[in-house]
C-alpha cells in the first residue's frame, strides 16, 4: 500500500511517521509513505499557499491551485482509490473505516490548515473527508497521522502475531481484556489466578468474560 501526504506543515508528520511499529513497516516496505510540501506547488515567488477568505471573514485558505497541482502530479504517475480530505466536519474515523481503507491500494490523504481549504477543492477534487472526533485541530497532520497509523498497523506482515490486530479493541466490537507481565505479585498486588493456570480454555473463556464485563460498564454502546 502507498499513502501520499499533502501538507504545508510537512515536519508535523515526521515524528510520527519515525518511530516504532510505522518506521519498521515503511523500512520493510509493507508501505510506502510520501510526505508532499503544498509549497513545492505554489507558483508565486513567495511560495504562499493560502490567501485571505473572499467575503471578508477572518482567517487564510489555502488556495486550490497548488492542491489541485499536487494531486494531479501524483494521479499521473498512480491511480488512487481514495483522495481523502481530513477535516473535522467529515465522516468520523472508526476502526471499521480505518479495517477498510487498510484494503485500499494507494490513498491520498489531504491536510487542511488555518480555516481549511477552498471549498472547490472539497467539492471537486476529493472523495471523502474523515475526521478524527468532535474537536478542531490547527490542521490535519495530526489527524492523518492517526489515519495512517491506525492503517499501516492492519496491513500484513506489520504486526507480530502476538500483537496482532485481532485482538485489539474494537475489533470484535468490545474494548479488550486488562493485560499483566511479571512480577506475579507486586507490593501485595497479584495477577488473576487463572492467567497463571496454563489452561488454555479457562485463560480464554476468562479474557471473552473480561471483554464483555468492561465494555458494559466502560462503553455499554458497543453492545447495542
Ligand atoms: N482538522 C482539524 N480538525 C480535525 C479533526 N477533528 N479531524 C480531522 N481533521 C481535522
Redesign the pocket.
Known sequence: MRIDIITCLPEILKGPLDQSILKRAIEKGKVEVCVHNLRDFADNKHKSVDDYAYGGKAGMVLMIEPIDKCIQTLKDNRAYDEVIY???D?KR?EQPMANELSLCKNIILL??HYK?VDERVREHLITRE???????????E???AVVADSIIRLLPGVLSDESSALTDSFQDGMIAPPVYTRPAEYKGLKVPEVLLSGNEKLIEDWLADQAEQRTKKRRPELLD
Do not use: E, Q, R
Not at 474523515?130 to 490542521?139: K, T
Open positions: 481530513m477535516s473535522p467529515g474515523f491536510c487542511g481549511g474523515i475526521s478524527i472526533g468532535d474537536y478542531v485541530l490547527s490542521g490535519g495530526i489527524a492523518a
